[in-house]
């Protein structure tokens, strides 16, 4: 098997830095496409297996990518509280019974990873049996307090009103929710990692909104939960686990204490900079800005070349994006920017 991933994870040394792009199954490519129109809707897609599959191998098919990422949906656990999500055209996930009042909450159920959740195991399990040990998969999910922002907002949100006004006026109800999601979400990941999954990540989209108080009691401390509950080895190997908040950066230190093997950075943060400030105890993931896929290869291959240096000699990095491709991206510059990361990485692990 390529465990470049799981070696840079760990930190041990590597031949080049390994790449693998959130959301690199996705719009942008027109086979996703063609999956997403005979699926009939995006939910159907996920939840139908060997699509879920297919989808989830079609970039490694286009690129050299070291990682598979499980083609799914960070709302699955909501969706199996039977929360009545929807995805609209031109607007995004809708809950059509939001969390808004203790009564709410109460009704609340954790689902069973395999039964409520079947089919994201039974993809899990196609995609390994498809890859037959080529790349490692990436499970995930959600963190508590993205999933509480959606459900509590109902869907979207530019300012989460909803969600901070509970957050300020009704701490224990919205603790008790995100205690609750944390259960859930603890015995989904593992689920996950019994199907077969080989690394995990947690993304917290939406961990950055928050002041630094509220980012260390209402989000950070649930990830910890998820990661002391999850099982961190599996078949003699260890599972290692991405935490990935959007606008984290200034909390790296903290989450480099969390019990995670790695944190994931957006573009705004200097790789350099957050390389010391983790001190060696973990690895990092990122970072180029999505929208650099747009610009021409010669473009994308200078800006892959400066995240590498920044980073600079040694293991301890996956190169990713900052955030997930966009929709309008040529999958020919996705191309681009995985051989760029082949062509220019070896040198920074001569010495590993």
Not at 32 to 57: D, H, I, K, N, Q
Not at 273 to 297: E, H, K, M, V, W
């Amino acid at each position: 098997m390529n465990d470049r991933l799981l070696r840079a994870l760990a930190r041990e040394p590597v031949d080049r830095t390994p790449v693998w792009l959130m959301r690199q199954a996705g719009r942008y490519l027109p086979e996703y496409r063609a999956s997403r129109a005979s699926a009939g809707s995006f939910l159907a897609l996920c939840s139908t297996p060997e699509l879920a599959c297919e989808v989830t191998l079609q970039p490694l098919r286009r690129f050299a990518l070291d990682g598979a990422i499980l083609f799914s949906d960070i709302l699955t656990i909501p969706w199996a509280m039977g929360l009545g999500l929807e995805f609209v055209e031109g607007e995004g996930p809708r809950f059509r019974a939001p969390v808004r009042a203790t009564a709410d909450i109460d009704r609340l159920g954790i689902p069973d990873p395999e039964d409520d959740l079947g089919f994201v195991m039974d993809t899990i399990r196609a995609v390994r049996r498809e890859l037959d040990g080529g790349v490692p998969v990436i499970g995930f999910a959600g963190s508590p307090w993205t999933l509480a922002t959606y459900m509590i907002e109902g869907g979207s949100s530019r300012d989460f009103a909803r969600a901070k006004t509970m957050l300020i006026e009704h701490p224990r109800e919205l603790h008790r929710l995100l205690e609750l999601l944390a259960d859930a979400t603890a015995g989904y990941l593992g689920a996950q990692v019994r199907a077969g999954a080989q690394a995990l990540m947690i993304f917290d989209t939406w961990g950055g909104v928050l002041t630094t108080p509220a980012y260390h009691e209402f989000s950070l401390e649930y990830m910890r939960r998820i990661i002391e509950h999850i099982p961190r080895e599996h078949d003699s190997r260890a599972v290692p686990v991405v935490l990935f908040t959007k606008g984290g950066g200034g909390w790296i230190e903290s989450l480099a204490k969390s019990g995670c093997d790695a944190v994931g950075l957006d573009w705004t943060v200097d790789l350099g900079s957050a390389r010391a400030r983790a001190g060696g105890r973990i690895a990092l993931q990122g970072n180029l800005d999505p929208a650099t896929l747009l610009a021409s290869p010669a473009r994308i291959r200078d800006e892959v070349g400066r995240i590498l240096a920044e980073y600079g000699a040694g293991t301890g990095h996956v190169f990713n994006l900052g955030h997930g491709i966009t929709p309008g991206v040529d999958p020919e510059h996705v191309g681009a920017c995985v051989d760029a990361v082949h062509e220019l990485s070896p040198k920074y692990h001569r010495a590993s």
